[in-house]
């Protein structure tokens, strides 16, 4: 199997070498070549060239063909922690609806616990149209395994186009082996989903190589199609009254469906630190300039009753904790005010809080590309604004 | 243990003029995550007298990774490299890797006294995937972002990071597979013994899809459930409202501003 490149087509634009990650095309005589050693066959120079001179030239190879005409419907898995369901799962009923009524079906929610029963109306309000609820009393915790069997039995039976599940320790550990048993498409940490009518594939953005590029995936000739999704990459849903199915069912699982226990859970002296839930975030990047430049950053923080952040710089030179990294290698945040002092704002440091409500930037370099995501920009000596700036805010909250 | 060799991305940066990426300069290193695997492996090596085997799939120039592992104290080495392997999502990686695995136990013959130890994510591709899928494919129970480990004879007892504040501890049998966090160990450097030892005497197996007796179907792009249909670089989203003056004036600006938008 190999890219060719059709010599008579190609007029030697080159684009195709700059849409290769893998430094895989050169041009010899003006003509685009592929380097069979480097190439991966990520097939990004097929859909970018403007001549379409690009192809795939596949072996004969019998693949099994899914029937995907017989996959209808949009499924949200239900993530629970302490009987409350978490966010991420809410927003992705959002967006589940939004995706299933362009695709005219049924959203469902997929729900594995137990104790859940009087909770059930008030999480019909959600927008789904149906409630799957798996119960049985060893689903007040997470098993790999158990989620993978129930999930994968109820897909089988049941056939649903689109899974969508939250992209946190626990989807992103059954997801994969949900998709594996059913060997369906998996896409991670999406950022974007939409969906196309006339294929009904789902076409799902995902930043990649430490969020330099954003790649665009489907899974055209399989079914279901199965994508995670972060916390506060989705809006939360308005509560609507309607009619919503329930199916209740109670499962009864066989010993040997789980092979791992739990033995205890250590639940951590509470850390003061809960970024993802933070109203205003106030961070730093390499411009603060030292461990002790900080102290200007926190004081800030302090005053406006808002977490403390940084890229991942910060944490690398050891000014900032690492869970207070915030960028693809750290959390995902989504507050209402997000202050970005001395971040450059590489896209690493972007996906992490691109959907902040609203974006403060102070840099001392106007080229900055954080500035590109701010709303509010101030090029200037961070040490020389954010003490002023502290003095003003004080004021404003004697005033209140 | 499983090894990914990936492009030290935090190198890799986009050049404004040309919205293309740069690429000189940016090396090929074991994926940081994988380092402490290797470790982890390399130090229950010692407490058990363990044999740690490494196995990474890539095109050839992933030796590099391999022949490093060797250095560090990794016993043998398979490298699963192929033309037929190219373009492979999660699925037809995770296929290929287990198919290796298969053909390596079976060879080595351990019983059910067996670890197969993954990094939790690459810093390229970034999915965590494979981990879960391979635990699945070999019919094996898998703990994911675990950051303490103890072994036992036929058991682990791991701590899996649950939660920014929860740690669920879980006991399960062997065979097992285990992905590890960054925060579980400080990996080690090869020593100069170690790097003399790699180069001469250790070697790199090679393996291709007929070693493996892989079904063409199930491995590459042919395995592949999902195919990337573009790539594209992140845009601009706003133009911002630029704040000028003294710091003075500067400050209050901003919070008449934060109050209109009724932060404060």
Same mark, same amino acid.
């Given at each position: ?400 | ?25 940016? @090396? &090929?290193?074991?994926? %940081?995550?994988?380092?402490? *695997? +290797?470790?982890? =492996? !390399? ?11 490494? @196995? &990474?799939?890539?095109? %050839?120039?992933?030796?590099? *990774? +391999?022949?490093? =592992? !060797? ?194």
């Amino acid at each position: 199997m190999s890219i060719v490149i059709d010599e008579e087509l190609c007029t030697g634009c080159a684009s195709c070498m700059d849409s290769c990650m893998y430094d895989a095309i050169e041009l010899k005589n003006n003509i685009a070549t592929v380097l069979k050693d480097n190439c991966t066959l990520c097939k990004a120079c097929i859909e970018i060239c403007p001549e379409e001179a690009i192809s795939l030239e596949r072996e004969d190879v019998k693949i099994q063909k899914v029937d995907i005409s017989q996959f209808k419907g949009v499924w949200v898995v239900a993530e629970h922690y302490k009987k409350k369901i978490q966010n991420v799962s809410l927003q992705l009923l959002n967006k589940g609806r939004e995706l299933a009524n362009l695709l005219q079906v049924n959203l469902s929610f997929l729900l594995l616990g137990t104790d859940f029963d009087d909770k059930l109306e008030e999480l019909s309000l959600y927008g789904m149209d149906e409630i799957i609820y798996i119960k049985s009393p060893i689903l007040k915790d997470y098993y790999s395994d158990l989620y993978t069997k129930v999930i994968s039995e109820l897909v089988l039976e049941n056939k649903p186009e689109i899974i969508l599940i939250g992209a946190t320790p626990t989807g992103r550990d059954f997801a994969p082996r949900v998709a594996k048993r059913l060997n369906a498409g998996l896409t991670a940490d999406c950022t974007g989903l939409e969906v196309n009518h006339a294929t009904r594939d789902l076409l799902q953005t995902r930043p990649t190589y430490g969020g330099s590029i954003m790649a665009t995936i489907r899974t055209p000739s399989s079914r279901p199609q199965m994508a995670t999704v972060r916390a506060g990459i989705f809006n939360m849903p308005e509560k609507v009254k309607k009619r919503v199915n329930i199916r209740k069912i109670e499962y009864e699982f066989e010993e040997e469906d789980s092979v791992s226990k739990i033995v205890k859970v250590i639940s951590k002296t509470k850390t003061s630190v809960n970024l993802e839930d933070a109203k205003i975030i106030v961070a730093g990047g390499r411009g603060v300039g030292s461990r002790e430049g900080f102290r200007v950053i926190e004081e800030l923080a302090e005053v406006l009753d808002a977490e403390l952040g940084g890229s991942r710089i910060t944490v690398e030179l050891n000014w900032l904790d690492p869970d207070r990294q915030i960028g693809q290698t750290g959390k995902t945040v989504t507050p209402k005010l997000y202050i970005a002092c001395g971040i450059s704002g590489a896209i690493q440091h972007i996906v992490g809080m691109q959907n902040s409500e609203i974006v403060v930037a102070i840099n001392k370099d106007s080229n900055a590309p954080i500035f590109n995501w701010a709303h509010y920009g101030i090029v200037g000596d961070l040490h020389e604004i954010i003490p002023v700036l502290i003095e003003e805010i004080k004021k404003i909250k004697v005033d209140e | 243990m499983c090894i990914k060799q990936v492009p030290g991305v935090s190198e890799v940066k986009i050049d404004p003029k040309t919205n293309t990426l740069v690429r000189e300069g940016v @090396l &090929s290193i074991i994926n %940081p995550n994988d380092r402490n *695997a +290797l470790e982890l =492996a !390399l130090t229950l090596k010692e407490e058990y007298k363990a044999e740690v085997i490494a @196995l &990474s799939m890539g095109p %050839p120039q992933a030796e590099e *990774a +391999l022949r490093e =592992a !060797l250095a560090m104290g990794v016993d043998k080495c398979f490298l699963l490299s192929d033309r037929a392997f190219a373009g492979a999502d999660t699925l037809a990686t995770s296929h290929t890797l287990a198919l290796a695995i298969k053909k390596v136990i079976n060879e080595t013959d351990p019983g059910e006294k067996y670890l197969i130890i993954c990094g939790a994510q690459a810093v390229d591709g970034d999915t965590g995937q494979v981990p879960p899928e391979l635990a699945e494919e070999l019919g094996i129970p898998q703990i994911t972002y675990v950051q303490n480990i103890e072994l036992s004879e036929d058991k682990i007892v791991v701590e899996r990071k649950f939660r920014a504040t929860e740690i669920v501890v879980i006991e399960t049998k062997l065979p097992a597979l285990i992905s590890v966090l960054i925060d579980i160990n400080k990996p080690r450097y090869p020593s100069m013994a170690g790097i003399m030892k790699a180069y001469d005497n250790a070697n790199v197996v090679y393996l291709d899809s007929n070693a493996l007796n892989a079904d063409k179907s199930k491995i590459g792009l042919n395995g592949s459930m999902t195919e990337v249909k573009k790539i594209f670089f992140p845009e601009r989203k706003v133009n911002p409202v630029m704040l000028e003056g003294s710091a003075e004036e500067i400050a209050k600006k901003l919070c008449q501003y934060l109050k209109d938008d009724k932060i404060f």
